[in-house]
């Protein structure tokens, strides 16, 4: 079943942190980065897709899953 963790919960606030600035800063970035020959809104997304999985690690949704998932192949 599903068991609240602290350090998910912290480790989740982080990493959408992170993202949050990076969104934040995505054409510096991007500029120091990329060179200034990708997209801006390339960067853009990750920074999005980071601050979704940040979502998801906050709730210790992939922990879940991945336990779901073993205990299916492995049993208990």
């Known amino acids: 079943m599903y068991e609240f963790s602290p ?4 480790w989740g606030i982080i990493i959408m942190a992170l993202s949050a600035v990076f969104i934040r800063f ?11 020959l990708g997209s801006y809104e390339k960067y853009k997304l990750y920074g ?10 906050m709730f210790n949704i992939p922990i879940f899953l991945l ?10």
Do not use: E, P
């Open 67 to 76: 336990t779901l998932i073993a205990n299916m192949f492995f049993g208990n």
């Open 26 to 36: 995505h054409r510096q970035i991007a500029d120091a980065i990329g060179g200034g």
């Open 7 to 10: 350090a998910a919960l912290i």
């Open 48 to 57: 999005l897709i980071g601050v979704g999985i940040g979502a998801l690690m």
